[in-house]
């Protein structure tokens, strides 16, 4: 029998196998088993020990106990030869997650609430005056790139190699604040070539530079986005972010400056 | 049903073409039904708890996640003057080819629609904290 089950691809398996992991409903060894068995419909030890590379009393234990788990569901008793060992049949996911479910959706109720009660934080007119860093990069790289997408009107930035041109979720964030109408300005030092031409694309014109100083990006005027290298044992890039009006201003005649010093890449 | 659907379109066309944030929109929906039920002119209602920020619809979310799906609205981020992060709502081609459509073909009653924009222009400017306190008042 094909392990492809009809109309359901490869992926949407993998993805609630590692569900299972990640939401610490199972160890990634049962998670496999009990995919198996979802995709295959009914399965047997021996089929557990032929994926796995397990004994065939090591798999059939472990069906044994993923089933007094709420995993499995199994034929009774156990006969002698071919055609007669227990058969295990997986249980339908909705079913093994029912609470998981129940929790996500409490979890959205929990969020929309939490949503209003941080724009209500937002809407109070405090000035920081603090530096602020965050330093779980997947995070980083979807607050910078929420912030560019957030610009209203012009985002002033000066980079080194513009390697951030590969992270996809800061292109389409870029994409998206120009198709607005957001001013992007781009001074770097020594830009990467695919840099150069993904930016053309784009429409922004590119500049270059010989000054070589920390990177930075202002965004309308008022925020002000820092690389911060940190890490023990590798060099991790956080991000240092800050309102307070003073620095914004310094970088931003520091931005100028550079760009009056500045000549437009290749010429 | 169109009520439910149409009344996020309407009202974000009637701010603009942009809901500036979830909690203003939950709260000015609010409004909009509490001044069109005095009127008897809503077909169906969005039910809402009162909760320490006013009065919440989950429906009303799931709707405007609907609306987002289904491309009517587009949701994108905004930061707010202290620098949070907050949502914003913008109605899309589609979704404004919709309201015309609605509106042709009266889907909507003339008396909710002026509602609506009455409501986004008195209170849609409004800032959150007074606009929380003034829909806290009506609930």
Known sequence: ?267 | MFDKLLIPLVLADASGGTLRGKTRSQKLVFLIQKQASTKKILKERFDYELYHYGPFSSELASVVDELVKKGYLRQETQISPAGYLRYAYTLTKAGKELLEVATEKNLLSPELMDIIKEVAEGYGNLPLPQLVEEAKKRF
């Not at chain 1, 479910?101 to 109070?124: C, F, M, N, P, V």
């Open chain 1, 1 to 267: 029998m094909s392990l492809m089950c009809s109309g359901v691809a490869e992926d949407h398996f993998l993805g609630l196998e590692s569900f299972l992991v990640e939401s610490g409903k199972m160890k990634k060894d049962d998670a496999k088993v009990y995919v198996f068995g979802l995709k295959r419909g009914t399965i047997t030890s021996r089929d557990v020990a032929g994926m796995t590379g397990l004994s065939q009393s090591t798999a059939k234990d472990r069906l044994a106990r993923l089933a007094d788990r709420g995993f499995f569901e199994s034929t009774l008793g156990e006969g002698h030869g071919r055609g007669r060992a227990v058969r295990y049949r997986a249980l339908h996911p909705r079913l093994v997650l029912k609470g998981v479910i129940a929790r996500t959706e409490e979890l959205q109720s929990w969020l929309a609430k939490i949503d209003e009660h941080l724009e209500y934080l937002g809407e109070s007119p405090a000035q920081e005056s603090d530096f602020w860093l965050t330093k779980s990069h997947e995070e980083t790289l979807s607050m910078v790139a929420s912030m560019i997408e957030a610009a209203k009107e012009e985002i002033k930035l000066y980079s080194h190699d513009c390697s951030w041109i590969r992270v996809e979720e800061i292109k389409e964030a870029i994409k998206a604040a120009i198709s607005k109408g957001v001013k992007l300005e781009v001074i770097a030092t020594n830009p990467l070539e695919e840099a150069t031409h993904e930016l053309d694309d784009m429409g922004v014109h590119l500049e270059n530079t010989q000054f070589n100083g920390p990177v930075f990006c202002v965004i309308d005027g008022s925020i002000l986005l820092m690389p911060y290298k940190g890490g023990a044992l590798e060099t991790y890039y956080y991000l240092m972010k800050t309102n307070d009006k003073h620095w914004v201003t310094q970088y931003l005649n520091c931005f100028n400056s550079i760009k009056s010093s500045s000549r437009p890449w290749g010429e």
